[in-house]
């Protein structure tokens, strides 16, 4: 019964990330591909938080951590390089 | 220890609609600023949400390797970073000067920039 609900969320992640990419492909501007990509990353987040608790492993949480700041990095440097400003 | 487990699977089904609630707002909104807003406030609930009910759900593990101290801090980076992100590409956004929506009905920043309140946001 535990593992139903756990694969129901992670076909609703997999639908998540399915649509971000859409987003990705077709998105007119470039701010459109920087918001789909975050969308993704996050997700991605949730889906390595759900492997943890599969596999009983909580060193998953501590890539977790890299990989969202690494994210984060992108963003702000990307955002800034639009802006004209490096 | 199930009771708080069904409460970890609640918290869990409803952080994953609410990230796919966000992609649905991401594919159908009209603009780059509602698809902005729409793409990260409800991610950042979502995933927040998805690892309380991750944390809850390992209940029987919290005593060995720092289950609970590595999911809070996974969320307060998850709150501290997300709102920050939103708000450079929105900025950015208005800085290269992307048409907004024709449903748009008021624009503050326009207006005090006309009514030279504020200088507008220009690069550096």
Do not use: C
């Not at chain 1, 969308?39 to 991605?44: F, Y």
């Not at chain 2, 990230?19 to 995933?47: E, I």
Request: without cysteine; aromatic residues 10%; hydrophobic residues 55%.
């Amino acid at each position: 019964m535990n593992n139903i609900i756990i694969y129901i969320a992670l076909a609703l992640m997999m639908l998540t990330l399915i649509a971000g990419l859409i987003r990705f492909i077709k998105g007119p501007s470039i701010v459109d591909r920087v918001v789909a990509f975050d969308s993704m990353t996050i997700t991605s987040l949730v889906v390595i938080g759900v492997i943890a608790l599969l596999s009983n492993r909580a060193i998953y949480f501590d890539v977790a951590v890299v990989y969202g700041f690494l994210s984060f990095l992108g963003v702000i440097i990307v955002a800034k390089y639009i802006q004209g400003g490096l | 220890m199930t009771y708080v487990k069904i409460l970890g699977e609640v918290f869990l089904l409803m952080g994953a609609f609410s990230l796919f609630v966000a992609s649905v707002g991401l594919l159908r909104m009209p603009d780059v600023y509602n698809r902005v807003q729409t793409g990260t406030k409800a991610s950042t609930l979502g995933a927040i949400m998805s690892f309380i009910g991750i944390g809850l759900m390992a209940v029987d593990h919290w005593d060995e390797n720092n289950w609970l101290g590595r999911i809070i801090v996974l969320i307060i980076f998850i709150l501290l970073t997300n709102p920050v992100s939103s708000h450079v590409l929105m900025r950015a956004a208005y800085v290269m000067k992307i048409p907004l929506s024709k449903l748009t009905v008021v624009d503050k920043l326009k207006e005090d920039i006309e009514l030279k309140v504020l200088e507008e946001p220009k690069d550096e």
